[in-house]
């Protein structure tokens, strides 16, 4: 099975942690094609306020947050045994490096674009047959579980469901959202089968043994 993960920054936020997902990716990437694409983070943000307060407008800030996912991305090479050293700046060559290793990853890659939409536009272009995206809760709610205790978390929905949901948010840079509007649909354009979930390296390894948790858009 080919995988694609899209793995929120907060994952780097301490070297324990960054194994821990290192080790089960490496574990996932021994029986399947594996390509991790990662975020920026708390540390992005941080650098996106200064370069705001300087004068930068949104598309430089894309540009910082890029950089900083693929910092990310390269410690979480370095921490897998099975993963590219070198971090793609593409999808082709993201393609290349998978001909001789097990696992890719990667961090953003054009401005505009969250890690979300760059991971399935990957997914698109590798024709993974999963996408999965590990974020901060446990799947998609009607509303922002941290701010509304009685948001109702959906088992499964459909992309066209989903995007009512995240029409309303935001769309600047660095903005922290379950799943950005241009994932969406371009998750509606693919037919890529998706999982929403809490991202924890032992859930990762539930999902691709084919238990149900999280979310699922389809």
Same mark, same amino acid.
């Given at each position: 099975?080919?995988?694609?993960?899209?793995?929120?920054?907060?994952?780097?936020?301490?070297?324990?942690?960054?194994?821990?997902?290192?080790?089960?990716?490496?574990?996932?990437?021994?029986?399947?094609?594996?390509?991790?694409?990662?975020?920026?983070?708390?540390?992005?943000?941080?650098?996106?306020?200064?370069?705001?307060?300087?004068?930068?407008?949104?598309?430089m800030c894309d540009y910082i947050?890029?950089?900083?996912?693929?910092?990310?991305?390269?410690?979480?090479?370095?921490?897998?045994?099975?993963?590219?050293?070198?971090?793609?700046?593409?999808? /082709?060559?993201?393609?290349?490096?998978? =001909? %001789?290793?097990? #696992? &890719?990853?990667?961090?953003?890659?054009? !401005? $505009?674009?969250?890690?979300?939409?760059?991971?399935?536009?990957?997914?698109?272009?590798?024709?993974?047959?999963?996408?999965?995206?590990?974020?901060?809760?446990?799947? /998609?709610?009607?509303?922002?579980?941290? =701010? %509304?205790?009685? #948001? &109702?978390?959906?088992?499964?929905?459909? !992309? $066209?469901?989903?995007?009512?949901?995240?029409?309303?948010?935001?769309?600047?840079?660095?903005?922290?959202?379950?799943?950005?509007?241009?994932?969406?649909?371009?998750?509606?354009?693919?037919?890529?089968?998706?999982?929403?979930?809490?991202?924890?390296?032992?859930?990762?390894?539930?999902?691709?043994?084919?238990?149900?948790?999280?979310?699922?858009?389809c």
């Amino acid at each position: 099975m080919r995988l694609v993960i899209s793995l929120g920054g907060s994952v780097f936020e301490g070297t324990e942690r960054i194994r821990e997902f290192a080790n089960v990716l490496d574990e996932i990437s021994e029986s399947h094609q594996l390509f991790v694409v990662v975020g920026g983070g708390r540390l992005a943000r941080e650098l996106m306020v200064k370069a705001r307060e300087l004068g930068a407008n949104e598309a430089m800030c894309d540009y910082i947050g890029i950089a900083v996912t693929r910092i990310n991305a390269m410690l979480l090479a370095f921490a897998m045994k099975n993963s590219a050293k070198k971090i793609p700046e593409s999808f /082709i060559e993201a393609m290349e490096l998978a =001909k %001789n290793h097990k #696992a &890719v990853v990667m961090g953003g890659t054009i !401005p $505009g674009h969250t890690t979300d939409a760059t991971a399935v536009l990957l997914a698109e272009f590798v024709n993974a047959d999963l996408f999965l995206n590990a974020t901060s809760v446990d799947g /998609i709610y009607s509303e922002d579980p941290k =701010k %509304n205790p009685s #948001a &109702v978390k959906f088992e499964k929905i459909s !992309p $066209g469901e989903l995007l009512e949901i995240v029409v309303k948010q935001k769309a600047s840079a660095g903005v922290n959202v379950v799943m950005d509007l241009l994932a969406v649909k371009l998750l509606e354009r693919s037919g890529i089968k998706a999982v929403v979930f809490k991202g924890e390296p032992e859930n990762i390894r539930k999902i691709v043994n084919g238990e149900k948790m999280g979310t699922w858009i389809c």
